[in-house]
Structures are given as C-alpha cells and as structure tokens.
C-alpha cells in the first residue's frame, strides 16, 4: 500500500487595505489549495471574490484554534494542502496561527510562507527612522499599570520600535509615552495602503494635539525611535 504524501501549510499575505498589493503568488496559492483557513471568513470571501479564487474556507481564529488546529493538522496529514490567511496582513504577526503552524511542524509537516505587504515594515521605512536595528511590540497593555510599566521597560531601548494601536485608545498611549519616553519625534502611520492613508511625524506632545478633538478611524501604527537617536 503506497502511502499518502502529506499535504503543505502555506501562511499567506493579504493585503492590509489596497488589493493592488495582492501578490501574483498569493492568488495562485490560494486556487491551488484544497482548503482556505481565515480569520473571519466574511471578510476574506469578499478578497476571494474579487480574484476569482474559488477555494472552500474554514474559520480559524482566536477562539476556536485550540480545537480547530488539531483538525487541519489531520487534513495535511492526509495531503491535503491548506493556506491560512488574517483579515489582513501576515498570519500570526498579531493574529492567530501560531498554534497551527507548531502543531504542523510536530506532525511533520511542510511550512511554506508566501509573504507580502506589512503594515509595520511599510510605517518603518515611511518614519526616516534608523532602520538598521528595530523592535515589533505589537499592541500596548491595556491597562493603565501595565502600560506604564511596559514603556518604562522600553524606555533605554536603542532600537526604533514599532507598535499597533486602536482608534480608541491612541489618545490613552501616547500621554503615557511622552511622560515615559519624554517629547521624542514620532510617527504615526494611520490607514496605510488605504484611500484615506495618514502619515504624521512630529513630537509626542504635537501628534497628541493633532488627534484631540477629531475623529479617529481605521488601523494605527507608532513608530518610535530608540535612544540616542538625532
């Protein structure tokens, strides 16, 4: 009895808001597998829509990858090939997938990444930031302590640093950091890729002035630079 090859993992890069960065590569993954894992299978069936990518979903997400990365370990193991997908973005980088992807490797299963755009490296290389040597944070702490404590942490960090903030609680951070990290010059890369894209380097305290009494929407990214920086 011959034995069945086991299927491959392939952790694709969606676009983070402008469907021109959509990848040659990734459209063709995405038909080639026999099934897509997302995030929240809504949102990407408008993306599989649009490139005429018919391939059947399953939802993975944050509430269910502990039962549901079990499951699709057992399809590739039974070669079948499966991609996963985020809303937008990276897989893992800030969303699910880490899981997955370990319990893949355990069961001997072949890991490729098809990469593409990024929110982080797009707002570093657009900050004029040291780029050389850099940090991803990810989301801040949400509350007041562990924010404080976590940026007095960084605050001898040497190496520009990036992170992701919410529309809601931007204008809760950024107080914390100018008294933590002092009037550094920042940037703040709001909607990126997007129609309505923002970009504002300035000091902490004149962003801060910037953004009150306005509305704010969509994704942000903070970069910061490290110590030392002139």
Avoid: W
Avoid at 102 to 130: C, D
């Amino acid at each position: 009895m011959t034995s069945v090859s086991k299927g491959i993992l392939y952790i694709v890069a969606t676009p983070i808001g402008n469907l021109g960065d959509m990848t040659i590569r990734a459209i063709e993954t995405l038909k080639s597998v026999a099934l897509i894992a997302a995030e929240d299978t809504r949102n990407s069936g408008f993306l599989l829509k649009h490139f005429g990518i018919p391939t059947p979903q399953t939802s993975y997400h944050e509430h269910n990858e502990r039962q549901k990365a079990p499951e699709l370990v057992r399809l590739l193991s039974d070669g079948k090939s499966i991609a996963l997908i985020t809303d937008a973005g990276t897989p893992l980088v800030s969303d699910p997938g880490y899981r997955l992807v370990n319990e893949a490797i355990s069961a001997g299963i072949e890991i490729i990444p098809i990469p593409g755009a990024s929110s982080i490296l797009a707002a570093l290389v657009a900050s004029g930031f040291p780029t050389d040597r850099f940090c991803f944070e990810g989301y801040l702490p949400k509350s007041s302590g562990r924010l404080s404590r976590r940026l007095a942490e960084l605050s001898t960090e040497p190496r520009t640093m990036i992170f992701f903030e919410t529309q809601f609680r931007i204008l809760k951070s950024l107080p914390v950091m100018l008294d933590t990290f002092g009037d550094r010059e920042i940037f703040v890369g709001r909607e990126l890729t997007k129609k309505f894209e923002e970009k504002m380097r300035a000091k902490i305290s004149e962003i801060i002035s910037a953004l009150e009494n306005r509305s704010i929407k969509g994704e942000i990214v903070i970069v910061v630079p490290g110590t030392g920086y002139e």
